[in-house]
């Protein structure tokens, strides 16, 4: 009897030789599966299927992981406010830490021998995938062709096409990965320093160019409604979301970060509805925590996108902080109101019963409610205390 592997299959180019080179060169049965995260339709996971079973696969297999990436993911992500460098919402990083889970469990399922991936041995998918196969599947033997053959993507092509299979050379080019969270785009002006990706290669044209406003409502820090329309999931409203903004090519942006492996390296996004969400998620937290709650906000989550973007899902100190995160959002509720505009959006105000920019106790630089000025002047002599203490006993030696 043939040994069973089963390989994370997109229908790409690179999952596409995996596919033939399992089957034929290594004699094994293939079992593919696809885990989809919200980048594919029913007609496009049919195709893929079809695709599959042409390249020779036993068996094929398709995970709707969906809502399951946003509960157990994305909003922490949301929460947090996470944007790698401050630039990225992990559009693809979040994203395979849940199709590696998915796909540990599935090899688990059918008793498989070996799981296999498409991933370079240039990038931090191979690290994601191995670290979490090897946490959660130790038994289980990896292979990856593409890393361990050093295969160019025109010598992929030339063995695809010895094998009679065709692949469109010029969409080749680019390696696009679509997901709810974002999608990303690598070509050759990502490979260097310099260089933006042309309007082609987006995946989302630009066809919306008159200004359009926006409301986005929260309750307890996750998005319910869009312009008025209720959701009943959360993944729901953020899909409406990006029906909406995609157009005006909102969330267009190249990210240059910091590889597990530890290179540098460039790849463009674009993530409208994600950068929406965020950045009107933390204009109604700037409303309604208080500072010392958005202090360390800040810090944990800037860990957990970290931790999260280099795979480290599984440790459990991700569950405690998301434990924090969780319990932040009780207040987080209100309505923000949003323009948006081509290339860009700006957040326009919020709406809530829980903000406390409250005129009942004072306004900003204009009058206060709840303090006299008498107790400006003996806090502020309290409050710099230490420092005046400090100032007066090193005096001289200054």
């Given amino acids: 009897m043939k040994k069973k592997v089963v390989l994370a299959f997109s229908g790409g180019l690179d999952t596409s030789y995996c596919a033939i080179y399992l089957s034929r060169d290594l004699d094994l049965e293939v079992h593919s599966v696809i885990v989809n995260t919200g980048g594919f339709n029913k007609e496009e996971l049919d195709l893929i299927e079809k695709k599959a079973y042409a390249l020779g696969v036993t068996s094929h297999h398709a995970v709707d992981a969906v809502e399951g990436y946003y509960n157990s993911s994305l909003r922490y992500l949301i929460y947090g406010n996470v944007l790698k460098n401050n630039t990225y919402p992990l559009s693809v990083s979040a994203e395979r830490v849940t199709q590696a889970t998915a796909i540990a469990n599935y090899a688990k399922d059918v008793h498989a021998d070996f799981v296999a991936h498409g991933s370079t041995g240039a990038g931090n998918d191979q690290v994601r995938f191995d670290m979490i196969f090897n946490i959660l599947i130790p038994g289980v033997g990896i292979i990856t062709p593409i890393r361990d053959l050093k295969l160019s993507r025109d010598e992929e092509i030339e063995y695809l096409h010895r094998h009679g299979v065709e692949i469109n050379a010029e969409k080749a080019k680019y390696s696009i990965n679509k997901g709810i969270w974002g999608t990303s785009v690598g070509g050759k002006e990502t490979l260097t320093s310099n260089g933006m990706l042309p309007e082609e290669a987006w995946p989302t044209q ?193």
């Fill in 206 to 398: 630009v066809t919306k160019t008159d200004a359009e406003n926006l409301e986005l409502e929260f309750i307890k820090g996750e998005l319910t409604s869009v312009n008025g329309v209720h959701y009943d999931h959360p993944v729901q409203a953020i899909q409406a979301l990006q029906v909406i903004a995609a157009p005006f090519g909102i969330g267009r942006d190249i990210h240059v970060g910091d590889t597990i492996i530890g290179i540098k390296g460039r790849v463009g996004f674009e993530a409208a509805a994600p950068m929406v969400i965020i950045k009107a998620h933390h204009a109604l937290e700037k409303h309604t925590l208080t500072k010392w709650q958005l202090s360390w906000k800040d810090q944990l989550s800037m860990f957990y996108g970290n931790w999260m973007h280099e795979g480290q899902f599984h440790d459990p100190v991700m569950r405690d902080i998301e434990a924090y995160l969780s319990n932040s959002q009780k207040t987080v509720n209100g309505k923000v109101f949003i323009q948006l505009l081509p290339y860009r959006f700006v957040v326009l105000g919020i709406e809530s019963d829980n903000d406390l920019m409250s005129s009942k106790f004072g306004s900003y630089g204009e009058m206060n409610e709840g303090y006299t000025g008498d107790d400006v002047k003996g806090f502020s002599k309290i409050f710099g205390n230490q420092v005046s203490i400090w100032h007066k006993v090193n005096a001289s030696n200054s």
